[in-house]
């Protein structure tokens, strides 16, 4: 689409701009409640919250806790919820069989906030990081991530969290081929609803530190996660991932992190018109934190115009740890 203008004076773009009242009128987008997914953190114990030191304003929230802030989430309108479980170290293994365990705690809290919560979705992360001792998304041998048997853990965590209940499944390790065996598990199990919201274009980035001290896989990390996370300086590859992840089954497209890679959802959603998320990291919330805390930025207005951006850029939604506070925000208006 190209502007037609008149020459100035006929055209003065100020007019539109001149009063509240006309700028709502020509406002091309905007930012809602429905447009939200709210990523949490699960641990062990009854009445527990635990501060993250690296996300202020966040905490790591025991099952029944949980339920109590999905309930405020979904009053909010807020129409999914994202867990991440922090997974006890004794936990870990080479294998990850924990990830699989119909028991563990993120299929426990699946199953209690389907039973009480019934309206919010339920989504989760599919990935081995919290479950291996190596602190990586897939399975280490001898210092290689073997790709395939991976696949072949990640379909069977797949069925067990739609098997507790979850509404869309989030793949975010970066392996190839894992859309297609999970779909075809799916089907092949019944689940024809579940849906799954792709990690499509993830790239190896700094921004996601806070978050691996939120889910205490920083300390177990070995490396870095290049050979299956996208390297930052691409992005014809990140509509390669999109179009293959699409065509093997996946019903929604996520771009990670957010605000650095806006192009690349521009041109996600420009090329395949697909559903398209955002993840607003753990560095990117910490960044806005950080700077408020000090009187550098006004941490509100920060907030309200980096997801207003996420509009603005094509995407459909948002995964952001700001979440409740937007919806509170957006409600009172
Ligand atoms: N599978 C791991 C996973 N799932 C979501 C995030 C990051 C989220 C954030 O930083 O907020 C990560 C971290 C990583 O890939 O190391």
């Known amino acids: 689409m190209r502007p037609t203008l008149a020459p100035f004076p006929a055209t003065r773009l100020r007019r539109t701009r001149a009063s509240a009242p006309l700028r709502d009128l ?50 909010l309108g807020i129409p999914a919820i994202c867990l991440f479980p922090y997974t006890d170290p004794a936990l870990k293994t080479q294998a990850c069989e924990e990830a699989w365990n119909p028991d563990n705690l993120s299929n426990r809290a699946i199953r209690a906030i389907k039973a009480s919560v019934p309206d919010i979705a339920v989504m989760t992360d599919i990935a081995l990081d919290p479950y291996n001792i190596n602190g990586h998304d897939g399975i280490v041998e001898d210092g ?59 790239y190896a980035s700094c921004f996601y530190g806070p978050f691996r001290d939120a889910v205490g896989a920083s300390g177990a990390l070995k490396g870095d996660k290049k050979t299956y996370q996208m390297n930052p300086a691409n992005s014809d590859e990140a509509l390669r991932l999109v179009e293959r992840d699409l065509s093997e089954g996946a019903d929604m497209v996520m771009v990670k992190p957010g605000l650095p890679y806006l192009d690349v959802c521009r ?11 955002a993840y607003q990291v753990s560095g990117e919330y910490a960044m806005i934190e950080a700077a408020a805390a000090r009187g550098w930025i006004d941490g509100e207005a920060a907030m309200m115009e980096s997801l207003l951006a996420f509009k603005r850029a094509g995407c459909d939604g948002v995964l952001t740890y700001f979440a409740p506070r937007v919806a509170r925000r957006l409600r009172a208006g």
């Open 267 to 277: 041109r996600v959603k420009q090329a395949f018109g697909a559903p398209t998320f």
């Open 26 to 75: 020509v406002q091309e987008n905007t930012l809602s409640v429905k447009d939200l997914i709210w990523p949490v953190f699960v641990v062990e114990g009854q009445a527990t919250r635990q501060p993250v030191a690296s996300l202020p304003g966040v905490e790591r929230l025991s099952i029944d806790l949980l339920v109590d802030a999905a309930a405020e989430a979904a009053a």
């Open 144 to 202: 290689v991530i073997l790709n395939d048997e991976t696949v072949e853990a990640l379909v069977k965590m797949a069925l067990a969290q739609a098997e507790a209940g979850a509404d869309i499944l989030g793949p975010s390790d970066m392996m190839d081929g894992r859309i297609g065996a999970m779909r075809g598990a799916l089907e092949a199990a019944g689940h024809k609803d579940v849906a799954i919201l792709s990690y499509a274009a993830k």
